[in-house]
């Protein structure tokens, strides 16, 4: 089996190369991997399960780097055993081009054998499988390099509106100074508009003796020494009773 294949990764070409030999990184960006351990300065010991059309088992191999040129190239060797699914040994050359300050360009070309019960799967069915991981692997492993997003500048709260100027004469007055006489255009404003008199705003305004004068005259009267009021809900009930009846 062979595959070939690049991928961009926005992240700097050193730091590509960091986490290419980085337990945790590999580990997180393998498809169902379960561990990742460095056993040397050039070597790794992993478990992977793995799943292969109809069948499944759990992978243990160890993994060399050769070749080595940082941060720029080096090549994996490896070979793995899945116990009675069969075993899986190979290599890849693996190169990183600096392509800016911020982006990088990995390329890699596998070549791989298997045997065992995998073997007899069918060619067809193991390379579909095997680009199908290197896809999840990259996209893990460029999503670990991807750079949060930028927060978005918090927007700064509106000025406060200037002040309104007062003009003689208008609404602006009782804008302008809310403690004021209210406007002459005001509804419910009281004096003259005339007479240059201080005017009030619709605000309630205390009762006038004088003038509730009349009512409680009025409630005093008690014809037959009953009052208005039950003189008036027996008229209503009157009313009420001949439109029912009649």
Not at 45 to 70: C, I, T, W
Not at 124 to 131: E, F, Q, W, Y
Not at 146 to 169: C, F, K, L, R, S
Request: glycine residues 12%; negative net charge.
């Amino acid at each position: 089996m062979e595959m070939t294949g690049e991928r961009r990764i926005p992240a700097p070409r050193q730091q590509v190369w960091e986490a290419l030999n980085d337990p945790q990184s590999l580990q997180a960006a393998i498809p169902g991997c379960e561990s990742v351990e460095r056993i040397g300065d050039d070597q790794f010991q992993a478990k992977v399960s793995l799943k292969l059309g109809p069948m499944s088992a759990k992978f243990g191999g160890k993994v060399k780097l050769e070749n080595l040129n940082p941060p720029a190239s080096y090549t994996i060797t490896g070979e793995g055993n899945g116990g009675a699914m069969g075993f899986a040994k190979g290599g890849a050359d693996v190169a990183l081009e600096e392509l800016g300050p911020s982006e990088t360009l990995l390329t890699y070309s596998v070549k791989a054998q298997v045997g065992g019960k995998m073997a007899q799967l069918g060619g067809r069915l193991i390379d579909s499988t095997a680009k199908q991981m290197a896809d999840q692997f990259f996209n893990r492993f460029a999503a670990g390099l991807t750079p949060p997003p930028v927060a978005e500048a918090v927007a700064e709260p509106a000025a406060a509106a200037p002040p309104v100027a007062a003009v003689a004469g208008t609404d602006t007055e009782y804008l302008a100074d809310a403690a004021g006489p209210g406007p002459l255009t005001m509804h419910g404003a009281e004096g003259p508009s005339a007479s240059g008199a201080p005017v009030t705003r619709p605000n309630p305004r205390p009762l006038d003796p004088a003038g509730m004068q009349p009512l409680r005259l009025l409630g005093a009267f008690e014809p037959f020494g009953l009052p208005l009021q039950f003189w008036g809900g027996a008229a209503i009930m009157v009313v009420i009773l001949v439109l029912l009846f009649l």
